[in-house]
């Protein structure tokens, strides 16, 4: 139980457009879900924490028009990079925390998507 | 604002032998503190968590780490590394509601020789 998926879990574009980042929690409802961004072989940082139903709260320094968190349901968080640029490109990972979930508070963390903008 | 220092980027080490993983933390209440193991196409995953009560902490696939206040130091053992541990290895203290909001070290990443 507690899975976590992401899709896609690569994707390349081109510069100036935007794409789309689906989270989703498989076995349980997540009421808070998290965005991360790992650069390579670097650590993990966050960029948003979102709740069902409300708007997403982000990070400092993390531009929320860039990034377009959608915590729509309870089992799906999207991530949205609009007008993407070269500097865009990260590992992007999402994690899950919520009832039902086997370990009160425990995050649960999707597999990441790459980004590649070209 | 809360910070994670993993001093080792790379860790070899041979099948069987020993593995300690350094964490030191600053925050300035009472901390929570998690280790999670990255493998390659797979997320995160949670090897323990230390919250309160005993500071020995066992976790999942023979890890432990003991919390040490007075060094600020949160560190992973394993008596005896099988080949399946090579693996990026992340500290993390939480802070907000319950913990949840993560604060990530660097990585450790852990090569196994045969």
């Known amino acids: 139980g507690a899975v976590v998926s992401q899709h896609p879990s690569w994707v390349i574009c081109k510069s100036g457009t935007s794409v789309k980042i689906e989270c989703r929690s498989l076995?349980?409802?997540?009421?808070?879900m998290f965005w991360y961004r790992q650069f390579p072989k670097q650590s993990l940082m966050l960029m948003a924490t979102s709740n069902e139903g409300s708007k997403a709260t982000y990070e400092q320094g993390v531009e929320k028009d860039k990034f377009l968190i959608n915590h729509a349901s309870l089992t799906l968080s999207t991530l949205t990079v609009t007008s993407a640029h070269p500097e865009d490109s990260s590992f992007y990972i999402c994690s899950a925390i919520g009832q039902g979930s086997p370990s009160y508070n425990e995050q649960f963390f999707g597999p990441g998507t790459r980004l590649t903008v070209l | 604002a809360q910070s994670v220092t993993q001093p080792d980027i790379h860790i070899t080490v041979s099948e069987g032998a020993s593995l300690e993983l350094r964490c030191n933390y600053s925050?300035?209440?009472?901390?929570?503190l998690f280790w999670y193991v990255q493998s390659p196409g797979q997320g995160l995953q949670l090897l323990l968590k230390y919250f309160s009560g005993d500071t020995l902490v066992q976790g999942i696939k023979g890890f432990e780490a003991e919390f040490k206040r007075s060094q600020s130091s949160f560190n992973l053992r394993k008596p005896s590394v099988h080949w399946s541990d090579a693996a990026e290895y992340f500290c993390?203290?939480?802070?907000?509601?319950?913990?949840?909001?993560?604060?990530f070290g660097g990585g450790t990443r852990v090569l196994v020789k045969p």
């Open positions: 076995d349980f409802q997540a009421t808070t």
């Open positions: 993390a203290v939480g802070s907000g509601a319950a913990g949840n909001k993560l604060t």
């Open positions: 925050y300035g209440a009472t901390p929570y």
